[in-house]
């Protein structure tokens, strides 16, 4: 179950009655006596990290004795050397499995004594499904850092890019935009919705869509998350058709469609065509089905004024898209244009409603 705290969370299949705090019980190295369980406050994590589990947690004793030392052991063992960002992973992965054991004056615990957060069994069986089943890191911690946000994410929801960020600068240079309600067609995890709505003033407002039910809770789940619920309400549906009653009344219109081509699928990297879903890659034959039906919509959507931004594979697809928009819809749309990411590759295509 994925978290409602800001705190991420590392198993998101396992139920937390309370999300704000940490249940540890500190157990005997080589006993199975256990002690009354106490909350513990967690420190800031570096990276997604593990909620408190319900039942017994795997006790670790001194540094250098128990699980967490024979969890590091068979950890870097599955790590080749030419794979640092493993080593990184592996580094963030067994700081946030463990937490210091709680003590009280009833129940004193050695100085050092550690506790991981979930069996043992558990974290190393995480941990193999990254390495040797290439599953993104991001869905075994059930979250990813973007935008200034810990977005909570898992599989069937795709994992917000970094590239993906510009598009909350390009907003935030539209006039007004503070004030204006905005459309996220194809939101997924939420993060553009949230992360546009904490941009927003009193008035502005987000209505975002998708056509998975699975998105469509996830991307709830995060609006709660941080608290966004009157500003950002998320609709289920494919592209423009839960908005019939904003029509024409949006400032501006972001997407970040399917656009890969079919035939590209198969030479994804395996972190990427094996577990993220197809609904949310496949742009079909040529990249192009989704982005040109956002294209048919927008003139109705916009009101006068509004602008759109849309992601795209490329410099291929934005030259193509931005030809397209203009000789069609010449008297609709102006200062239609493709924009660069960092890696110089023109990856967005934006522009205004007349």
């Not at 998101?12 to 540890?24: E, G, I």
């Not at 924009?339 to 967005?348: C, E, H, N, T, Y």
């Amino acid at each position: 179950m994925l978290s409602l705290s800001v705190r991420p969370t590392l198993f998101p299949f396992l139920r937390r009655p309370n999300p704000r705090s940490f249940l540890l019980k500190p157990l005997s190295s080589y006993a199975t006596a256990s002690a009354s369980a106490s909350a513990l406050t967690p420190p800031t994590p570096r990276t997604p990290c593990l909620p408190e589990h319900t039942d017994d947690p795997t006790p670790l004793p001194p540094p250098g004795y128990g699980a967490r030392p024979a969890l590091r052991r068979r950890a870097t063992a599955l790590v080749p050397p030419s794979a640092p960002h493993l080593h990184r992973h592996l580094r963030w992965f067994l700081a946030d499995a463990s937490a210091p054991a709680p003590s009280t004056p009833t129940d004193p615990t050695p100085p050092n004594h550690l506790l991981l957060r979930a069996p043992l069994d558990e974290i190393e069986a995480l941990w193999l499904s990254h390495v040797r089943d290439r599953r993104p890191f991001q869905y075994v911690v059930g979250n990813e850092h973007w935008g200034g946000l810990v977005v909570a994410v898992r599989d069937g929801v795709l994992i917000p890019r970094p590239e993906t960020e510009a598009v909350l600068e390009m907003v935030g240079a539209v006039d007004g935009f503070q004030g204006g309600w905005w459309a996220d067609l194809g939101t997924g995890s939420g993060a553009i919705a949230v992360a546009v709505a904490r941009m927003l003033g009193p008035s502005g407002r987000v209505f975002a869509t998708d056509v998975s039910e699975v998105a469509v809770e996830v991307a709830r789940l995060n609006v709660q998350r941080y608290d966004m619920q009157d500003k950002v309400e998320i609709r289920h549906g494919s592209w423009f058709e839960p908005l019939e009653d904003v029509k024409g009344k949006l400032m501006g219109v972001i997407s970040n469609p399917p656009y890969i081509p079919t035939g590209d699928l198969p030479g994804l990297q395996p972190e990427v065509g094996w577990h993220e879903p197809k609904l949310a890659l496949d742009g079909g034959k040529d990249g192009l089905d989704h982005l040109l039906l956002l294209c048919e919509g927008l003139s109705s959507a916009l009101k006068p004024g509004g602008f759109f931004v849309f992601e795209t594979n490329g410099n291929k697809q934005s030259d193509f898209l931005v030809e397209f928009i203009s000789t069609k819809w010449s008297s609709s749309f102006c200062n239609v244009e493709a924009v660069l990411d960092f890696a110089d590759i023109k990856r967005f295509v934006r522009g205004y409603r007349r």
